[in-house]
């Protein structure tokens, strides 16, 4: 339950020595964190937060559309606002240079993709399952997509690009359909079906249906995951005989687009693919290799991160791997080198990438890293990306070490750790537990999201107090609310300097140049950013 809005921004006056310039920076991002009557919310069950609100500076930035160099109908997302906190500038789209290919109809020119078709064209062909003595095509592709207009995760007129590709050359291939319910209504998935439907040519189908949170899931509920992979790869779900049949059954079953269970349609039999045995190898073991290729349609470098793990066998916990398996063998549903993605997995490196990024001019990342400072990224669950990527501007720097932890809690715990230990100069934070709390149907969850960070959030503000640092709070977005009804704004709160006061007119854009100009440091030429920073007396 909120509690009254705390005053207008205060111009301190506090005592002390100034910080030094050599104390830690850390940025924390609570996302769904929004603004009440033009200040920070506040909750009963965070009486720290609330203090550290009305002792320190704050402010309202701006986190998506014009504010930050974009149209103004773009909608506030967590990659967005971490990215262009990261790089202190607009931040460059995955989908700029996927709507210029679809533009100029060059999706297929492109080299990773060109590649899954060209392995597609070579292993074409019929083989017999000597088992049920039915002929089947040697290589399949898969196509794994969302079928939404309303997205920043994808768009269907990008997976339209890569059917029409594929119906060109005239290869066998299926569609493992997404729906969405999250930026769409929640039962709207009927004329996306439907157009695919026509869209899809001989060669092409509709090979299952499922709900986004399954496809999408980067929260650790490997469950979700594990049903979705026993879909695609065995077909292993309820299966209906057409798409529509499968629809108006889930609907009728009480299921919405996001949650829709993993279904099958038609005859699809799964993935193609036999034992093997691993040669050469000190210890060879059978394994079960698919022999399909596919490619991931998407915009969201998180997007796909635990199934593309679980489909090629990489980098899984090791309860997971166990089920992985069939007749208690290793299963590798798709080799790295026959499956693609849009963006970057960062999950499955290996991985081609259809569109790769082209990397930012400056970033947050590669300046600490240019000074040999030690950095520290640490992601809540969803929110493992987003501390990784997006303030390196994509790249591998050194120096930096990645953490992922459990809650919120244990993130900020981590946090103040590497604070009191000193072994971090700049560290970013990703909390997800306020933003997966606003979407739940149990108001009461907000206050524990809030509560269970609490704690630990008063401490790491005290102790960055100490060490003459400066902590940056934040957030990327508000909680879901309809578009036309969206508060592009979110509070910044800046705990350290004292006698701070923060400019209302700012972006989360800023906050590079606001970290530069506190450690002393110019801002390069290119950095259009400018620091928040209205006064400081030290």
């Not at 100034?18 to 996302?31: E, K, L, M, T």
């Not at 074409?124 to 000597?130: H, N, P, Q």
């Not at 509709?206 to 899931?217: E, K, L, P, V």
């Not at 700049?426 to 704690?455: C, H, I, K, N, Q």
């Amino acid at each position: 339950m909120p509690v009254d809005s705390p005053p207008r921004p205060p111009s301190h006056s506090e005592g002390g020595e100034p910080p030094s310039p050599r104390g830690p920076v850390v940025i924390v991002f609570v996302d769904g964190w929004t603004v009440e009557d033009g200040a920070p919310q506040l909750h009963e069950g965070a009486p720290r937060l609330a203090a550290i609100v009305r002792e320190s500076a704050w402010t309202t930035i701006g986190v998506a559309g014009s504010h930050i160099g974009l149209e103004d109908e773009h909608p506030p997302s967590e990659h967005v606002a971490y990215r262009a906190a990261g790089v202190g500038s607009k931040p460059k789209l995955a989908s700029e240079p996927v709507e210029a290919a679809v533009r100029d109809d060059a999706v297929g020119r492109a080299p990773a993709f060109a590649q899954i078709v060209h392995t597609a064209m070579s292993n074409s062909g019929k083989v017999t399952d000597f088992i049920d003595g039915i002929d089947k095509d040697a290589c399949t592709v898969h196509v794994f997509a969302l079928l939404s207009d309303s997205s920043n995760h994808g768009d269907v007129r990008h997976l339209n690009a890569v059917v029409d590709v594929l119906a060109f050359h005239d290869l066998p291939f299926v569609v493992h359909a997404f729906v969405d319910g999250v930026d769409t209504p929640e039962k709207s998935a009927w004329p996306f079906v439907e157009a695919l439907e026509n869209r899809l040519q001989r060669t092409g189908r509709i090979a299952t249906i499922s709900g986004r949170t399954y496809a999408f899931d980067s929260q650790g509920d490997w469950d979700k995951t594990l049903e979705l992979y026993r879909a695609v790869v065995h077909a292993e779900a309820d299966r209906y005989h057409d798409a529509n049949q499968a629809l108006a059954s889930s609907y009728a079953a009480g299921y919405t687009d996001a949650n829709l269970l993993p279904v099958i349609v038609g005859e699809y039999r799964g993935v193609q693919g036999g034992f093997g045995l691993e040669l050469p190898s000190d210890n060879p073991e059978w394994r079960w290799r698919g022999e399909d290729v596919g490619v991931f349609v998407g915009l969201r470098s998180e997007a796909f991160r635990q199934l593309a793990a679980v489909l090629t066998r990489t980098n899984l916990p090791d309860h997971v791997a166990e089920q992985v398996t069939l007749v208690r063998r290793p299963v590798v549903a798709f080799d790295t080198r026959c499956l693609a993605s849009f963006v970057r997995v960062s999950t499955v490196p290996e991985l081609a990438v259809v569109f790769p990024e082209e990397p930012p001019e400056w970033s947050l990342g590669a300046f600490f890293a240019a000074r040999g400072d030690r950095q520290l990224r640490i992601g809540s669950p969803g929110r493992e990306d987003h501390v990784e990527v997006h303030f390196d501007g994509g790249g591998d720097l050194e120096g930096v070490d990645v953490a992922h932890a459990p809650t919120d809690g244990a993130a900020l715990t981590r946090a103040l750790e590497a604070v009191e230990e000193g072994s971090a100069s700049f560290v970013v934070v990703g909390l997800g537990g306020v933003d997966r709390a606003s979407r739940s149907t149990e108001p009461a969850d907000v206050g524990r999201a809030f509560s269970e960070m609490d704690e630990p959030l008063g401490a790491l503000a005290a102790r960055v107090r100490e060490r003459g640092g400066l902590l940056l709070i934040t957030s990327s977005h508000g909680p879901p609310k309809p578009r036309s009804h969206v508060d592009d704004r979110v509070p910044l709160v800046l705990v350290g300097p004292s006698g701070a006061t923060l400019r209302p007119d700012g972006t989360v854009a800023d906050l590079a140049a606001t970290v530069l100009e506190w450690l002393g440091e110019d801002a390069p030429e290119s950095l259009p950013g400018r620091s928040l920073l209205a006064n400081r007396s030290s």
